[in-house]
């Protein structure tokens, strides 16, 4: 079976956790300890995919760019989206701004790439109580053609490999 | 090395290199250039680029448009890369055209990064910090100022550093104006509390729900219930929290359900005292009565028709008193109930005098002498004929009653005005003066009271109530009456009625 290599971006304001969605989903590990993310960072992980209709299976190699946040002071450099497939964007349940700032950062995204995938992380969600959460979830504005929003936590590990797995099964069926 | 491909460019030294076909097949690299490769022993000549460094996986169509000459340069700046699985380093990646290839060229900017990480790991470590901080912060004011209680917190002496809005609420000050004042501007009953109790405070004690007068911006008052406790804050200078509730409403009821308790009770006493006071008036009669009916019964027919006539006088007059009794009893009872009220009618006042008089004339016999001296404009006052009969017929039967030897009687009327809080008002003042045996010193103060008579009436007959009548009368008038009175000299009694329809 040939395995096939897609490119992913992680994008979002610093301290949402990406790198730390990244670490739960490729090293399963899990520190408490915030270490900014500067330039950005290749990792790789190979997810197994069956489509359930057709029976049909594959390996794909995700190439998952951990790409420094966006800060007041700094924003990204946009090749580093080029050529990427989709997107998972990340914001942190506990600062409100960084999920108001989730419409901008899709958009930054979509000028790159029209037709990449997009889907949304609100993360830390383990410091939230479950409806909180879908309080929060309900609440939110999002231009529609999002593959879907999951409530995630890198520290319990909650979604962690539903969000990563149905984007690359996302990026499979669609072949961005 | 292919020297023909790298002689089309100069490389500055410090600069890496590889050199890739439409294909991302590389065709000539640097020395070295594998250890900069994410997996080296995918990296060699010939071989797909991509699978050495992953970060060229989706640059196909910029490889394409650089080839074509339709993109001069693409860089990615920054990639990270662990080498030797210990070494972080950071490469900027740029790729230009070289002839009819492309030259990746490879800086190495760990140096730099590292420093960015570092700045970047500040701001961003402070900016999560202020977020956390702002959060709290919001949150914990949000819950402070939907308190329904409310809230003060105070230095150690008494000076209130914080407020919350049902502080501001209740106290009707402006926040600036109750930061700094004294709780004691606001607290105005307790001492105690204010310095006292914060010793309690200090050596650990809580106070719990103790009710304090208080007073608002405006001055008015207030009861609130205040609980305090004392925190040391983290410069381990104690602070003292006050939370209130407002419970002058409630303090308002309870004090009205009091009230009423008290009424009520006091009415159930009277109620009760005058139930046994009148069963005792009506105690003697019966006595007399039932002693005569029973001897008449006995030895009547024995008896001379002299003897008989006196026991059946006896009943007579033994029921007589009962009546008059029932009568009084019945009017003080109309008047208790509320059921007797004025109702001014115009009336010639001198004429009521006079037929008044002249009934009480005949009935006192020529031992006495009712005197009328009215006023010659009273003959069109409204009044109320029948609360002027309750008052006047008892005042009048009274000064014939107890003046056992006879005498003059002065019955007079005449109209006045008087100043009064709502102006000027016409009023009219009787007087009826006997010259009988007087009422004690001792007696005075209860005079009006039911069944109250003076220790000096001997077997003079009388119910007690006749002046309580009077005086309910009076009140009802929102009139006055008052006495002066001399024993064996005689008593005057005063009576000033307003004129109701003057209103």
């Known amino acids: 079976m040939t395995v096939i290599s897609k490119k992913m971006c992680m994008l979002g304001d610093f301290g949402v956790g990406k790198t730390s969605l990244i670490r739960r989903f490729v090293e399963r590990q899990f520190s408490d300890r915030y270490l900014s993310t500067v330039g950005v960072k290749i990792s790789r992980k190979t997810v197994h995919l069956k489509d359930v209709q057709t029976e049909k299976e594959q390996e794909l190699k995700l190439l998952i760019w951990d790409i420094e946040g966006h800060t007041k002071f700094k924003s990204i450099s946009p090749a580093y989206l080029q050529g990427s497939s989709g997107v998972l964007v990340v914001a942190d349940l506990t600062r409100q701004e960084t999920i108001d700032h989730l419409g901008d950062r899709i958009q930054e995204y979509r000028e790159i790439n029209p037709h990449g995938q997009v889907a949304i992380a609100l993360n830390k969600s383990d410091l939230l109580e479950e409806e909180e959460v879908l309080e929060m979830k309900n609440k939110l504005n999002l231009p529609e053609a999002i593959l879907g929003v999951y409530n995630t936590s890198a520290k319990t590990g909650n979604n962690v490999d539903t969000i990563f797995q149905e984007l690359a099964y996302k990026l499979w069926l669609t072949n961005c | ?503």
């Not at chain 2, 009861?223 to 040391?232: D, E, L, M, Y």
């Not at chain 2, 019964?297 to 028709?305: I, K, L, V």
């Not at chain 2, 003080?332 to 004429?351: D, F, M, T, Y």
Request: aromatic fraction near 8%; proline fraction near 2%.
């Open chain 2, 1 to 503: 090395m292919n020297q023909t491909l790298r002689s089309e460019i100069f490389i500055p030294s410090h600069l890496k290199y590889f050199i890739l076909d439409g294909e991302f097949k590389i065709l000539d690299y640097s020395e070295n250039l594998e250890s900069f490769s994410e997996i080296p022993q995918e990296f060699g000549l010939g071989k797909d680029a991509r699978l050495s460094f992953p970060e060229l996986i989706g640059l196909e169509k910029i490889l394409l448009e650089i080839l074509q000459g339709k993109r001069n340069q693409f860089k990615f700046q920054g990639i990270s890369r662990t080498l030797n699985n210990e070494n972080l380093v950071y490469l900027d990646l740029i790729f230009e055209k070289m002839g009819s290839h492309a030259i990746a060229l490879i800086e190495d900017i760990t140096a730099m990064m590292n420093l960015n990480q570092t700045l970047f790991q500040q701001v961003n470590e402070n900016g999560l910090v202020i977020a956390e901080l702002t959060t709290n912060k919001d949150y914990i004011n949000k819950i402070i100022s939907s308190m329904g209680n409310v809230l003060f917190v105070t230095t150690r002496s008494g000076k209130i550093k914080t407020v919350n809005q049902a502080a501001k609420q209740l106290f009707q000050y402006r926040e600036e104006e109750l930061i700094g004042l004294s709780i004691a501007e606001i607290i105005s009953d307790r001492e105690e509390l204010l310095a006292g109790d914060r010793q309690k405070l200090l050596a650990g004690e809580a106070i719990e729900e103790i009710e304090v007068k208080c007073r608002t911006k405006q001055g008015r008052n207030l009861i609130v219930g205040f609980s305090c406790s004392v925190i040391q804050t983290e410069k381990k200078i104690p602070a003292f929290i006050y939370i209130g509730r407002d419970i002058t409403e409630q303090k308002r009821a309870e004090a009205e359900i009091e009230k009423a308790l008290v009424k009520e009770k006091e009415l159930n006493d009277l109620k009760s005292r005058f139930i046994s006071m009148t069963s005792h008036e009506f105690r003697n009669p019966l006595s007399s009565i039932l002693m005569s009916v029973e001897l008449l019964e006995n030895f009547g027919d024995r008896w001379p028709e002299e003897k008989k006539s006196k026991h059946l006088k006896r009943i007579k007059q033994s029921t007589d008193t009962m009546t008059r009794l029932l009568e009084d009893i019945l009017t003080i009872g109309r008047a208790e109930a509320g059921k007797l009220e004025v109702k001014p009618i115009k009336l010639n006042l001198e004429e009521f005098c006079r037929e008044l008089v002249e009934e009480f004339q005949l009935t006192a016999g020529e031992k006495y002498q009712i005197q009328l001296q009215c006023s010659t404009d009273l003959d069109s006052i409204p009044m109320d004929e029948k609360l002027l009969r309750h008052i006047f017929s008892n005042l009048l039967s009274n000064a014939i009653k107890y003046s056992p030897d006879g005498g003059i009687i002065d019955f007079t009327a005449m109209k006045i005005a008087s100043t009064g809080t709502n102006g000027e008002r016409e009023k009219v003042k009787f007087t009826v003066r006997d010259r009988g045996i007087g009422i004690p010193p001792q007696d005075r103060s209860r005079l009006f009271e039911h069944f109250h008579r003076a220790k000096n009436v001997q077997d003079i007959a009388g119910t007690g109530l006749g002046l309580s009548i009077v005086k309910k009368a009076v009140d009802l008038y929102e009139g006055i009456i008052s006495f002066t009175s001399e024993i064996g000299v005689g008593t005057t009694f005063h009576v000033v009625l307003p004129i109701i329809g003057d209103r």
